[in-house]
């Protein structure tokens, strides 16, 4: 390890690196909130010491093809690559038909700006709107939901009516409509019933078929000897026909294994006949938790990843609905993959899913697919080797996570599926994004243990974020950090751990170093003089002081041969 410490400061007879071999350091900014010319921005940057650069872009058309031939020919001249981060505006995990179409349509143009200005890889936030658990008892009227592979839900439904009646998923949806909104309707389920033989048989008993047979063998105007149970049981039969107030409350009667039965026909004909609008119903709480039912039953493997053998039945009983939210928002993303596929074959284009920041913090806990834990679960299932995993430590922190904490119980290839890291100083839930300091350790720890997981390689982009009005502004902030982020990434190249990081990483050199420990040494009793009276301090046992000061001392009393 000795030899280590020395060559990375220089000491050995190898020469010491100027700049990390496996990992790419790199600077963020976001050309269009700044008002700047995206050449403009990306030039600046480049004078910050870096050979890499990640810019966020409202739209794909934000790249114009003047600014294309203007990037690729700066990147041909200085050899600075610009890489993309999408537009913090998509709503990648949600069910609602106007966002996933617009994740589709942005995330195909910026894997298409980015295969031609020669970008490594498209960033994008797995989510950045709160949960469909919030608005759980909310109707949507004028919004229409999607599947995650990309067609309305309605469709979704006339799929398990037709191929799947009798699986749990279509059951949950006949119950929780039934329950919540009352479909299907009582007029439907009693056209049901009479039109169904074998359904009105089942609410005619053999009590009121003997009560009515004995009646009409006691009426004068009837043969007794006529009467059959035949005729008391069809009479029975025809009333109900007449009455859809009776079959209904005979219907109510019923055990709930009849009444499923019956409403699973009753919202077949519903489907199949579309006289009730069900794209009115499903809001997107609804609409995950019926795609929560079929990943369930299909034994996903996203679902089982995160929700291992549990049915949603059994999480909400749990109240752990948000590993539902997760899992289901993990199918979304992994639909959006298959759209975007086409897109990416041929090219090296990377697109890496980043958690978002809570930046409404009303909000706090109730975002969805936030957790790098759970996200790479979702990255594993889809199973892509052009889809990786991007850590904000900064963003984790913001949802109310730490991100240590997470790193630790994480598996441990987490790092193998990481391509890109974001990070500034020390992780705050006030999204600070700070410039870095010297002696960043906790930071350092945290990219240790990702290390130690896998990520050998890869992007490490220092943000500014929404810290850049804080701090310090210049060049100065951006090359401190610039620097301290490379000294970090060489530091994990050689394998140095953070409990033998050297005095360096402080911001000390070995003169200085021990130049603070003798001053620290010097006054070590300092903070406790003239708290003890003892003349010690000042005077030796024999001191002059004490010789005077004590009579036996100078002699009286004492016989000198005594001490001979």
């Known amino acids: ?26 600077a963020n900014s976001w050309p269009e909130m700044a008002q700047k ?6 030039s600046s940057l480049s004078q910050k010491g870096v050979s890499s650069i990640e810019i966020t872009l409202n739209h794909p058309e934000s790249l114009t093809p003047h600014a294309v031939r203007e990037i690729k020919n700066f990147h041909e001249q200085e050899d600075v690559k610009v890489n993309i981060h999408a537009s913090l505006q998509l709503r990648t995990a949600m069910a609602e038909k106007k966002s996933y179409k617009r ?5 195909r143009g910026f894997i298409q700006k980015a295969d031609e200005i020669g970008s490594s890889y498209v960033n994008v936030h797995t989510s950045l709107f709160p949960s469909p658990e919030l608005g759980r008892m909310r109707g949507v009227m004028y919004e229409v939901m999607y599947h995650p592979d990309g067609y309305p839900i309605v469709d979704f439904l006339e799929e398990l009516k037709d191929k799947y009646f009798d699986s749990e998923t279509f059951e949950w949806i006949v119950r929780d409509l039934k329950k919540k909104v009352g479909v299907p309707q009582g007029g439907r389920i009693a056209e049901v019933i009479s039109s169904n033989e074998e359904y009105l048989e089942d609410l005619v008993s053999e009590e009121e078929i003997s009560m009515l047979k004995s009646r009409m063998e006691d009426d004068p105007r009837v043969s007794s000897e006529e009467v059959t149970r035949e005729m008391a049981r069809n009479r029975i039969l025809n009333e109900l026909m007449g009455s859809r107030q009776r079959i209904l409350m005979k219907y109510r009667e019923k055990d709930q294994d009849f009444k499923l039965k019956v409403e699973k026909d009753a919202l077949r004909e519903v489907i199949e006949e579309g006289d009730i609008d069900l794209e009115r119903i499903f809001n997107e709480f609804r609409t995950y938790q019926l795609i929560g039912w079929w990943m369930y039953e299909k034994n996903d493997p996203i679902w089982r990843k ?9 999480l909400e009983e749990e109240k752990s609905m948000d590993l539902l939210v997760d899992a289901v928002a993990g199918r979304y993303i992994q639909g959006h993959v298959k759209n975007w596929n086409k897109e990416l074959e041929g090219t090296d284009v990377v697109v890496t899913f980043e958690t978002p920041d809570a930046r409404e913090s009303e909000f706090l806990g109730y975002y969805r697919l936030v957790n790098p834990k759970h996200i790479y679960r979702v990255v594993k299932a889809i199973d892509h080797s052009q889809i990786r995993l991007c850590f904000d430590f900064e963003h984790i922190a913001t949802q109310g996570l730490n991100p240590k904490k997470i790193l630790r119980e994480t598996e441990d290839n987490i790092g193998e599926e990481t391509y890109l890291v974001h990070l500034s100083s020390r992780p705050s ?29 890869g992007y490490i982009s220092f943000e500014r974020g929404g810290g850049q009005g804080s701090g310090g502004e210049g060049d100065q902030v951006w090359k401190q950090s610039i620097s301290i982020v490379k000294d970090m990434a060489m530091y994990l190249e050689d394998g140095i751990s953070p409990g033998e990081l050297p005095i360096e990483f402080y911001g000390y050199s070995d003169k200085e170093f021990k130049r603070d420990q003798a001053v620290v040494q010097s006054n070590t009793f300092e903070p406790i003089k003239g708290l003890i009276e003892s003349p010690q301090m000042q005077d030796t046992f024999l001191g002059k002081h004490a010789t005077e000061t004590e009579p036996r001392m100078r002699g009286d009393g004492w016989k000198e041969e005594e001490h001979q």
């Open 1 to 26: 390890m000795l030899k280590t410490i020395k060559k990375s400061l220089g000491f050995s007879e190898e020469r010491r690196k100027l700049e990390p071999e496996g990992y790419i350091v790199q």
């Open 429 to 457: 839930p006030g999204h600070e994004h700070f410039p870095l300091q010297k002696g960043e350790h906790h930071l350092y720890e945290m990219l240790w243990e990702l290390r130690k997981k896998g990520f050998e390689r």
């Open 37 to 42: 010319r995206i050449l403009e921005e990306v």
């Open 306 to 314: 995160i929700c291992g053998k549990r049915s949603p039945k059994d």
């Open 103 to 107: 994740v589709d349509e942005y995330m």
